[in-house]
């Protein structure tokens, strides 16, 4: 599967990320939420108000916040790591042909709009909103009291028009960003992808690690992830595909402590590139994820973890042959 977005039109998104800065926005078509990983489910709404747009000769718009309000209302117990950086998240957006994001940073003061006074000084005053398309379960505002169903009881007050989205439905389980991040946190990349509609990927630069895989005869590219926010698959061996220098190759990663080489407490994510020779360092790559091959183990010596990885190699080359 890959990446669905990136064989899509390019478009040119415009990005606000104050509200003095939004001026002339015609007959805008708006809908609102974080949309982490941007998935079939928010595909599904940004299509609509795309499709709204041109029927009412206006511009699409989302209305999005960073940080993720969880890190800012519980900055120490969130856990939070998301399916996206904003870089990523604009990028596919833009790729799916939306026209405006207006991205304002969450705060403790915004927090604390109720669902009217958004409606008001937001949407209506500084948008001049013309139509509002949102999730059936979407909820806004302090105490999260905006709902469908506040919508349409103002919406004639202030002329504009409201329109819900119904659940979207893949495996009759309702997509949810909660769900994606809970299918990458236990390794179950064919779910994430069904839900995200792409291979779930990570960006970095590759650098310098201790060169244990190069003692084993499967060295390794360290990668550093772009931002410390995003979330990486759960611990082991995955089937994936990395872009370097534009090029696609096959490879295995392995994500975790490697306990049977190292006592450092401190997680890493390393691809072994198949049939490739090249100093990558310091450069920038992106890591599609397929399958997980196996949980992460701690073999007796490392004669079983050399024996280990030539199994994993040969399931995930098997893997890739059958795709």
């Not at 805008?28 to 795309?50: A, C, E, R, Y």
Request: hydrophobic share 40%; net charge neutral.
């Amino acid at each position: 599967m890959r990446s669905l977005s990136l064989n899509l039109q390019k478009n040119t998104l415009r990005i606000f990320r104050n509200l003095e800065e939004v001026k002339g926005l015609k007959n805008p078509v708006v809908t609102i939420g974080t949309f982490d990983g941007v998935h079939l489910g928010h595909q599904k709404i940004i299509s609509q108000i795309n499709d709204e747009a041109i029927k009412i000769g206006g511009e699409s718009v989302l209305f999005t916040f960073f940080p993720h309000p969880r890190m800012v209302l519980y900055p120490e117990n969130h856990n939070l790591k998301l399916i996206q950086t904003q870089s990523e998240k604009l990028a596919k957006l833009d790729k799916l042909g939306l026209q405006n994001v207006i991205e304002i940073p969450f705060t403790f003061d915004f927090s604390r709009l109720t669902a009217l006074e958004f409606v008001r000084n937001i949407l209506v005053n500084a948008l001049n909103v013309k139509t509002l398309i949102i999730g059936y379960d979407h909820q806004f505002g302090k105490n999260r009291e905006g709902t469908i169903t506040f919508l349409k009881s103002i919406c004639g007050t202030y002329d504009f028009n409201v329109i819900e989205i119904p659940p979207l439905v893949v495996d009759d389980l309702n997509i949810s960003s909660t769900k994606i991040r809970d299918a990458i946190k236990s390794g179950n990349m064919l779910k994430a992808a069904a839900f995200l509609g792409e291979n779930y990927a990570l960006n970095g630069i590759v650098v310098h690690g201790k060169k244990l895989g190069r003692t084993l005869g499967f060295p390794t590219a360290n990668i550093q992830l772009t931002e410390n926010y995003k979330l990486a698959p759960g611990r082991g061996v995955y089937a994936v595909e990395i872009v370097i220098d534009g090029t696609l190759h096959n490879g295995m990663a392995n994500i975790g402590l490697r306990p049977t080489v190292d006592d450092s407490l401190d997680e890493t994510i390393e691809v072994n590139v198949f049939d490739f020779n090249s100093d990558i360092y310091n450069k920038n790559v992106t890591v599609f994820f397929y399958e997980k091959i196996r949980d992460e183990i701690k073999f007796k010596n490392k004669e079983e973890l050399i024996n280990q990885l030539h199994q994993d190699e040969k399931a995930v080359r098997d893997l890739f042959n059958r795709v």
